[in-house]
């Protein structure tokens, strides 16, 4: 089931480091959050509906999955910019926000690791990553493999950072606490009443159905967010959509994957296909810097051990060696390919073409 969750107020999405009066003066928050904060979101308005006891935690802890998690502005749906879309130091100058594809070639330097060796992505340009998002119709036209004029709308365009600034008082001398002054960086999801950024989780919960409409607590500090249900998909998501991607990769037997959330793999920034019966060979890859992964358990009630991510928008290059690839299609579409925290939405990956 598709939600919309709309914050009703600046939110806090914690960047992972401590924080906390007297040890960090300040909560540094970071944009787009982890899918954990919306697994934990609708894991706590879960045991709101039915009760907080361990028997519920439990059936959460079995039953509740996060398969996804996208954007809408207005009535468009919205993704991550993958990272091997870059954009030009001239058109960043003039302030367009037209991307360009960075190009695959062999490299220039070679070693006796012939088995690791990968061709190199890169641009006769000077280019820089992009922070924004990408519409329906383009991330659409992307995993056909069709290289055509691709925008994107930045980030900035919609999310504000605001610092709040705050102390903590003596109770019983009713003044100010020494060295516990702290700052706290919040996002504002609009820059004005016209330009509303909006989150869409696909959240799954086997045996239980949310309402429709309601309320729940996103992010530090619980801030409330209206959520509501969708029925309409992005067409990247649509059966018919798939099945096109899957006859272009028939055809090339080459195919792009994408991370459209955080990945933690046990190989570090590379997922693990050998489980499969699809053989398949990386071949070139645009990965990000690792992310800090923590979160709360509920069931022990203490923070869970922090990991590293390989952080969304990461694309990898494949080539299909040998086996059909069904299987391709089943684990990356229906179970997501990380190695741990699959249920809180780790590893939500699309296919596309290379062509």
């Known amino acids: 089931m598709l ?35 919306f697994y934990g979101a609708f894991a706590t308005y879960y045991l709101s509906l039915n009760g ?25 749906w919205y993704t991550l910019v993958p990272m091997d879309l870059v954009i030009g130091e001239d058109a960043k100058n003039k302030g367009e926000n037209e991307v360009e594809f960075l190009q695959m070639c062999k490299p220039i330097v070679k070693t006796d690791l012939e088995d690791e060796q990968m061709d190199l992505l890169y641009s006769v340009d000077k280019v820089d990553n992009v922070k924004g998002l990408i519409d329906d119709e ?64 696909d959240v799954e919960c086997r045996g239980f159905s949310f309402p429709d409409r309601g309320l729940i ?44 959330n955080p990945a933690i793999f046990k190989s570090g920034w590379k997922p693990d296909f ?3 019966k699809t053989r398949v060979k990386l071949i070139a890859a645009a ?8 979160g709360w358990d509920l069931e022990n009630k203490k923070p869970k051990v922090m990991s590293k991510a390989v952080p969304a928008g990461s694309v990898y290059y494949y080539k299909i060696l040998d086996g059909p690839i069904d299987d391709l299609i089943e684990k990356v579409y229906n179970n997501g390919i990380s190695d741990s925290r699959s249920n809180e939405g780790f590893g939500v990956s699309l296919l596309g073409g290379i062509v």
């Open 3 to 37: 939600f919309k969750v709309s914050p009703l107020d600046n939110v806090y999405f914690g960047s992972g480091m401590p924080f906390s009066a007297g040890f960090e003066s300040i909560g540094k928050s970071i944009f787009p959050p982890s899918p954990s904060v």
């Open 52 to 76: 907080m006891n361990s028997k519920n935690i439990a059936f959460v802890k079995e039953n509740l999955r996060v398969k996804g998690l996208y954007y809408k502005i207005g009535g468009a």
């Open 138 to 201: 383009a991330m659409s036209y992307y995993l056909k493999g069709k290289k055509e004029c691709i925008s994107f709308v930045p980030f900035k365009n919609f999310v504000k950072a605001e610092d709040k600034i705050g102390i903590k008082i003596e109770d019983r001398k009713c003044t100010v606490k020494e060295s516990y002054l702290y700052r706290i960086n919040y996002i504002r999801m609009a820059k004005d009443v016209k330009n509303f950024l909006d989150f869409v989780v």
């Open 217 to 260: 607590k996103l992010g530090g500090e619980c801030r409330v967010a209206n959520v509501s249900k969708l029925n309409e998909l992005p067409k990247f998501l649509d059966g018919t959509f798939v099945e096109e991607i899957k006859e272009i990769i028939k055809k090339t037997k080459m195919f792009k994957l994408i991370l459209i």
């Open 274 to 276: 050998s489980d499969l």
């Open 287 to 294: 990965v990000g810097k690792p992310i800090r992964i923590g």
